[in-house]
């Protein structure tokens, strides 16, 4: 693809209580093999607590989606999702041209 993807942690969404029970250590196997598999590629800042890495590898979305769009049609894009009932659809990052990596801020 030749791109990098930055995202905002707390610009992701997540799920009823999964913040409250990833910060008292629940956690699918999962995540922590995803991690094995990828994490090399992925830029976390410093002190990025466990608990966010453990959400955002995390397999299991319930019906979670991830759309990438041109920049200059985010807002119709995230108009179109809340006109059909998906109020947390929400821009949580960008892509750019560069080395395919994944840095989190």
Do not use: H, M
């Amino acid at each position: 693809s030749k791109l990098a993807a930055e995202i905002e942690f707390d610009a992701v969404p997540l799920l009823g209580v999964a913040r409250e029970w990833a910060q008292q250590g629940v956690a699918t196997g999962a995540s922590g093999r995803n991690w094995a598999s990828y994490g090399a590629q992925v830029d976390l800042p410093a002190g990025f607590e466990s608990w966010k890495q453990a959400l955002l590898t995390d397999p299991q979305t319930s019906g979670g989606l991830l759309v990438a769009c041109a920049p200059d049609t985010a807002d119709a894009v995230l108009d179109v999702f809340k006109r059909e009932g998906f109020d947390d659809a929400r821009v949580i990052g960008q892509l750019a041209a560069g080395e395919p990596r994944l840095s989190v801020r």
